[in-house]
Every structure is written in C-alpha cells, then in structure tokens.
C-alpha cells in the first residue's frame, strides 16, 4: 500500500475539466490520500469541489482572448504572479506542499504546474480530448505523466517534447455517482418496465438543435416499435420548442418523456438499452463507463472536429455507430436507429466491446499511475 501523500489538483472552467479531476480525487481519497484542489472561486470549481468536501485554494488567473491579443500582457502577468505566490506557499507550508501535483488542461493549471516544475515536485496532466488544449500542450515537455483519454492525442504531445514512455493511456475518469447507478432504479423512476426498450437523447444546451428536430420527425417512427420507450433530454434552450413540436397525446407522453435535462445521470445510463448523443469528452467517458450502446452524432462546430475523433473511441471498439451532423436527416440514419431499438443481440455485442475499454476504471489507472511518481 502506498504511504499516505499530499496531491495538488488545478482544474476549473467547466465540468469538463472539473468532473473528471473530482473523479481522480474521489479515488485517492478513497485510498488515503489528501487532496487539496486549486482554482478560481468564481468559475465551476470553485462551487462544485467545496461540495464534494476538498480543501480549496483560491487562485487568481486570467485566459485571453485571441481576437483582443492585448489582453495576453495582463494574463501572463498574473500567471507569473501566481506562480511566484504559490511557490513561496509550498516553500513556507511542508503541510501544503505536494507530493505530486496535475493538472486538468485549462489555463488555471499553470501556475500550480509552473511552481511544481520550479520545487522539483514532479507533475502530471491529464487531457480528456483529442484536440489537448494551450496549457497541457505548453506543459508537456516537463510533465512526468500525460494521462490521456483518447489514443490519437499521443503524437500531439510527443511533438510538444514529451517522452512517449511518459503518455498513459487511462481513460477519462467518471465520478463515482455516475459509476453508481442502477439499472433497476433507473426504470422504476422512469416508468419503464423490465421488458421495454429504453432510448435515451440528449445534446446539451450547446449544438442539440438539430438532434432535437431529428427526434421529433422520428417520434412516430419510435413509438410503431412495440415497447420501446424515449427519455428525450432536450437541454433547457432548446426544450419549450421541441415540447410544441412533439405535440405529444396523452398516450403518447405515457411511453415519451421530455426534460430539458437529466440530472441523474447514472440510473438514466445505467436503465438505457440504446443511447443517442453527442460526443463530447464527458458523454463519451460516461456511456462507455456504463457500457451503453450508442448512436454518436459528433457536434460539427467542435474545434478541429474533436468530437469526430472522441467518437472513434467507442466507434471503433465496436461500442458505437456513429453519424456525421449533416447525414442525420437521411433515411440511413433513421434506419439504423430503428434497427438497433429491434435488435438485442447487436446491443448485447455492442455493450460487452464497451465493457472491454475499462472506462468504468479510468479513476483507478489514473490514481496508480500518480502514485507511481512518487
């Protein structure tokens, strides 16, 4: 068993960044670790890591604009500031001062990653998508792990100067409430019976429009197979609209079900026979945790197609199929949906080539690896 260590956490902006590194540190917690998190009181972090019990230190930084190039002064002086401040922390606080620290790719990572480098504390990433963003990227050269989610981003960072032997491929970890949920809680709360087969939608407030109206046109279409059933997850911008579209009856509404969002995510997954979404980092570390079968339509505006690239995780193990934005409206897209709410043998196959990724112990691989550093 690994001595008890003092492990840095810097990651804030959005849940895409924070649930992940909450994942991490639920872990090591759970192995007796202590975990101190570091970011900015004002973004996500700042209220969902006091939440979940970690010790929280504030830290003032700035990102910048691109299309306001001068706002690159101001944010690298605070960068260098905070810096400075939390060496002289760690310096004057052996109770503070790491064993080892990472960061979770947003710029609110570099101060602690920059006063690590500065201390000799060796120091990890972990980078959830395909596309690594401006921080992990100008961090890798000295990072003594980059724990990656998607294989394909290994030759990213290999041409930023980090050494291959340091690149782990571990997953993206997934908080234990999502790991947690239950198949059977998950219908009961649904109404679904033992015996139906459950879709389940959802897009996010962000680029779930066209999924939206897609779902709408199908309704029919879903509701003709006997014992199928829908939880349509419409993001809350876009819900009222799709509500009027749907026009549901009564009996209709019985086995549709329309929210403008879902917040108990694991049962939902967990109850789901066949899921439809995106596929942002986030989705995809979940639906493969859970080992659902899905249907992925990667947003198309992501930068640089990343959720193309997301999808191939779970595509090409077999897990997924997967449709361009722009193809959906095809007969082809309604088609294989359809056929896949009829065929359990081919979800069967799809949900054991999920099971075979080991998401659901992306946590795990992760907190070994940090503890290998040490």
């Not at 006091?50 to 691109?66: C, H, L, N, S």
């Not at 905070?82 to 620290?101: C, G, I, N, Q, S």
């Not at 086995?255 to 439809?276: E, K, S």
């Not at 505006?301 to 995780?313: K, W």
């Amino acid at each position: 068993m690994t001595a008890s260590m003092n492990i840095a956490i810097a990651a804030g902006g959005t849940a895409g960044h924070v649930n992940p590194a909450l994942a991490l540190a639920e872990e090591l917690r759970e192995r007796g670790h202590h975990v101190t998190f570091f970011g900015e009181t004002r973004r996500l972090e700042g209220t969902l890591v006091p939440k979940a019990g970690f010790d929280f230190q504030p830290i003032e930084v700035t990102g910048f604009d691109r299309e306001r190039p001068w706002t690159l002064v101001s944010a690298l002086w605070r960068l260098s500031r905070e810096a400075k401040r939390l060496t002289r922390l760690f310096e004057d606080d052996e109770a503070l001062k790491p064993d080892v620290a990472i960061g979770f790719g947003a710029y609110v990572e570099l101060p602690l990653v920059r006063a690590a480098a500065h201390l000799g504390i060796p120091y990890a990433l972990h980078e959830q998508n395909s596309v690594p963003g401006l921080a992990n990227k100008q961090s890798a050269r000295g990072a003594s792990l980059i724990a990656i989610a998607q294989p394909s981003v290994a030759e990213v960072f290999e041409q930023r100067g980090a050494a291959s032997g340091r690149i782990v491929f571990t997953g993206n970890p997934v908080r234990r409430s999502v790991l947690a949920g239950e198949r059977s809680r998950g219908r009961d709360a649904l109404g679904a019976g033992d015996d139906e087969t459950l879709l389940v939608t959802f897009g996010g407030s962000l680029g779930a429009h066209h999924l939206n109206e897609r779902m709408t046109s199908l309704k029919r279409d879903l509701l003709a197979i006997d014992g199928v059933r829908v939880l349509h997850s419409t993001g809350a911008d876009d819900y009222e609209a799709t509500v009027r579209a749907l026009a549901l009856t009564p009996a209709e509404a019985e086995r549709y079900v329309v929210r403008p969002y879902i917040d108990n995510m694991g049962d939902v997954l967990a109850a789901a026979d066949l899921v439809l979404s995106r596929a942002g980092a986030s989705s995809i570390a979940e639906i493969a945790a859970l080992a659902v079968p899905a249907v992925l339509v990667p947003y198309p505006h992501a930068t640089a197609d990343h959720q193309t690239t997301n999808a191939h995780l779970l595509v090409d193990a077999g897990a997924a199929v997967m449709f361009p934005d722009a193809r959906i409206d095809d007969d082809a897209f309604a088609d294989e949906l359809l056929a896949l709410l009829r065929d359990d043998a081919r979800r069967d196959a799809m949900r054991a080539a999920a099971r075979g990724l080991e998401q659901a112990r992306a946590a795990q691989k992760l907190a070994d690896a940090l503890e290998g550093l040490v």
